[in-house]
């Protein structure tokens, strides 16, 4: 299975609102990643779990909690989003830190916080 | 921070023309990647090029990474509709297990 899935495909939430992403791979990869993609942009990368421990946290805003359960699993809790972070959330995953990085995408959640 | 640039930023050839894409970062890395995007869809990964001089052909693309000159090319031969898409390079931060992606290179093929 060389395949990274992502649920939902489509959410939309309101400011008040609390729900989860859910990533998950069976690839046997260590290593973890939630990126976000405003239209038009590259990614950015937001978290990264490194043998389910969080390793990267680029200063993202606390109402994003990421959560690695196991090697397979990745979420992202969403609590009182802001209308300008709608934008597409991309999770990916890698051998790990140390082989090259190559980096497999699930085909994304797009996100509208009204 | 390591810095990473595309240029083009937007692309519009005709179909059967030749073009590259070119690829500069700002520090020392021999592991590059290209991914492509549709419009909408997630990034589908295209080459991994892992030591300078490295080159990767598949189809009618052809990358390239020259370390030493921190670039990396992708060349488009006889372009097809088929190609439009964003493309995006991508260097590995070594060490720090994460990627910094470039601005993208949004291509248009014209028929």
């Known amino acids: 299975d060389t395949e990274v899935t992502q649920t939902p495909k489509h959410l939309v939430m309101g400011m008040t609102n609390k729900k989860s992403l859910k990533c998950e791979q069976h690839?046997?990869?260590?290593?973890m990643y939630w990126y976000k993609q405003k239209a038009k942009k590259p990614p950015e990368l937001m978290f990264v779990?490194?043998?389910?421990?969080?390793?990267i946290n680029e200063s993202v805003p606390s109402r994003f909690s990421p959560e690695c359960p196991n090697s397979s699993l990745l979420n992202l809790h969403l609590h009182a989003l802001q209308p300008e972070d709608s934008a597409l959330y991309l999770c990916?995953?890698?051998?790990?830190?140390?082989?090259?990085?190559?980096?497999?995408f699930g085909p994304g959640t797009r996100l509208t916080v009204l | 921070e390591l810095k990473v640039e595309q240029n083009p930023l937007f692309l519009s050839m005709q179909e059967g023309k030749n073009y590259t894409i070119y690829c500069n970062y700002s520090?020392?890395?021999?592991?590059l990647y290209w991914y492509r995007q549709d419009p909408g869809k997630s990034l589908e990964s295209l080459f991994v090029l892992l030591s300078n001089g490295a080159v990767k052909q598949e189809g009618r693309l052809m990358a390239s990474l020259d370390t030493k000159a921190r670039l990396s090319t992708l060349h488009i031969t006889a372009a097809v509709h088929d190609l439009s898409a964003t493309y995006f390079c991508?260097?590995?931060?070594?060490?720090?297990?994460?990627?910094?992606f470039g601005t993208g290179t949004r291509l248009t093929v014209i028929p």
């Open positions: 779990y490194s043998y389910e421990k969080l390793s």
């Open positions: 991508a260097v590995d931060n070594t060490g720090a297990n994460n990627l910094f």
């Open positions: 690839m046997g990869h260590r290593a």
């Open positions: 520090t020392t890395s021999d592991r």
């Open positions: 990916a995953s890698s051998q790990g830190p140390t082989v090259y990085n190559e980096q497999f």
